[in-house]
């Protein structure tokens, strides 16, 4: 298990001045990302970037709501509810309620798959690893754990093992599982901020 702490997380201003990301994590074979996990403040209204030849799983993780609106309609962007869409859908942001916080999980469908879950309800909650992949829990809210391990908002637990993560009321996280594809022993994860 490791544990990337949000306070830890490196601010990395929008060459367009519309917001700031922080990276959490990537996984690469080779030069080639397999996937990207990271957090964006979006400060305004404007256009995504494309990210041609991957998938993308979005998810308001504070402030308002946000429409995505494309070619074929608008999908919405609720608080800590995921949405999924072709990295390449040219999409623009309108903000429904002032500046939000999103968390992007960004992979190539050919390498990998990817699936994000809330977890807000009070109790025990196991997690379990693909076979083959990871499991990222991303706090929303509250103070969850993990064994004796107390968590915080925006901090990032990996886990390649079975875990339990236990929530009580006001506690909130996003179950991020990310299943490879080919068995790649090759896929190099690196943490953000190490």
């Given at each position: 298990m490791d544990?990337?702490?949000?306070?830890?997380?490196?601010?990395?201003?929008?060459?367009?001045?519309?917001?700031?990301?922080?990276?959490?994590?990537?996984?690469?074979?080779?030069?080639?990302?397999?996937?990207?996990?990271?957090?964006?403040?979006?400060?305004?209204?404007g256009a995504f970037s494309n990210f041609a030849g991957l998938e993308r799983?979005?998810?308001?993780?504070?402030?308002?709501?946000?429409?995505?609106?494309?070619?074929?309609?608008?999908?919405?962007?609720?608080?800590?509810?995921?949405?999924?869409?072709?990295?390449?859908?040219?999409?623009?942001?309108?903000?429904?309620?002032?500046?939000?916080?999103?968390?992007?999980?960004?992979?190539?469908?050919?390498?990998?798959?990817?699936?994000?879950?809330?977890?807000?309800?009070p109790g025990a909650h196991p997690v379990t690893p693909p076979a083959s992949g990871i499991t990222a829990v991303h706090v929303l809210a509250g103070q969850p754990s993990i064994g004796a391990q107390v968590l915080a908002p925006a901090d990032t637990v990996f886990l390649t093992n079975p875990a339990e993560i236990t929530l009580s009321d006001g506690d909130a996280v996003l179950d991020i599982a990310i299943r490879y594809l080919d068995q790649s022993d090759d896929i190099r994860l690196c943490i953000a901020a190490r």
């Open positions: 544990i990337l702490r949000g306070t830890d997380l490196v601010d990395v201003p929008w060459k367009n001045g519309g917001g700031i990301t922080r990276n959490i994590a990537t996984a690469q074979r080779g030069d080639h990302t397999a996937w990207r996990l990271s957090r964006a403040d979006v400060r305004q209204d799983i979005l998810t308001v993780v504070s402030g308002g709501d946000m429409a995505l609106e494309h070619s074929g309609g608008t999908l919405h962007a609720a608080l800590w509810q995921p949405v999924r869409f072709d990295g390449a859908l040219e999409v623009f942001a309108r903000l429904e309620a002032g500046p939000l916080t999103d968390l992007n999980l960004m992979f190539d469908p050919a390498l990998c798959d990817g699936n994000v879950t809330l977890r807000d309800r």
